[in-house]
């Protein structure tokens, strides 16, 4: 399998940062729009998730913070040790950590967009 | 022997003293980058209460509601403030931006690429974290 280039990774991880920045703020006005503590009760909540368009920030928010992060995760990781073995194991580890984080918040952004709460 | 006489390891790369702001600011992004992780993870656990129905979600609420729960997340709001002007500070300085140009070593070998420039960007991310840290506690306290 073709390793992909350390730089393509990087401006991935800035590009993933730059949106991930963008929508949190947007995630973060929906807050503060209703006054904090309104905005966290449950009917406020559901819908919210109903509301397509949000639920589609919701989503990219999940996808591009993951990817992020786990990322982030692996830099710091390899900057610690390096070694064939170890830089495999934790570049896959963060891989499956990645999948297993979106898939578990792709589930909850799913069943309550689609009424299923 | 020598070779391992250098190797710090993990106390190394926790020592923020040693070689000034830069040294600190490089220290404080990993830093929050997995704090910040760490929150987003347990973001994702928290919020999946919802599919458990209102007395689950309430009863989660219950639990991060609290003047802890605040305090948490008004850490949480720096860390994220922080994480990102400094991430935008490199991101410019990876690009070639604010760095300087290159120029003959002399003494005292001070590095270009670390400016003032540079030093003033850290300072003010520090800065806009701890104000959007108040602006946070003032919004979750305030109500």
Redesign the interface.
């Known amino acids: 399998m073709n390793k992909m280039r350390e730089s393509i990774v990087?401006k991935v991880h800035?590009g993933t940062?730059l949106g991930a920045?963008a929508l949190?703020a947007v995630h973060i006005l929906f807050r503060?729009t209703q006054?904090?503590?309104e905005s966290?009760q449950?009917e406020s909540?559901?819908a919210n998730?109903e509301f397509l368009p949000y639920a589609l920030v919701l989503e990219l928010i999940?996808v591009l913070?993951?990817v992020h992060?786990?990322n982030?995760?692996r830099v710091?990781l390899l900057?610690?040790k390096q070694g064939r073995g170890y830089e495999k194991a934790v570049t896959y580890g963060c891989i499956a950590a990645m999948v297993a984080?979106i898939a578990?918040?792709s589930?909850?952004i799913i069943?309550?967009s689609l009424g299923?709460? | 022997m020598e070779k391992q006489e250098n190797k710090e390891g993990i106390k190394g790369w926790l020592n923020p003293g040693r070689y000034g702001i830069e040294r600190f600011a490089y220290w404080l992004m990993r830093l929050t980058g997995i704090g910040l992780l760490v929150y987003f993870i347990a973001h994702i656990y928290e919020t999946s209460a919802i599919l458990d129905g209102k007395a689950a979600w309430d009863k989660m609420l219950e639990l991060t509601q609290t003047t802890e729960g605040h305090i948490i997340l008004a850490i949480v709001i720096g860390m994220c403030v922080f994480h990102t002007a400094n991430g935008i500070r490199l991101m410019l300085g990876h690009g070639g931006i604010g760095v300087g140009k290159p120029g003959r070593p002399d003494y005292p070998y001070a590095p270009r690429s670390i400016n003032m420039k540079n030093k003033m960007c850290i300072y003010v991310s520090i800065g806009l974290a701890a104000l959007a840290m108040l602006y946070g506690l003032g919004v979750m306290f305030g109500e």
């Open positions: 990087m800035y940062a920045v949190v503060l006054g904090f503590s966290l449950y909540v559901i998730y999940l913070i993951s992060g786990f982030g995760l710091i900057e610690l984080v578990y918040g589930r909850t069943m309550t299923m709460a």
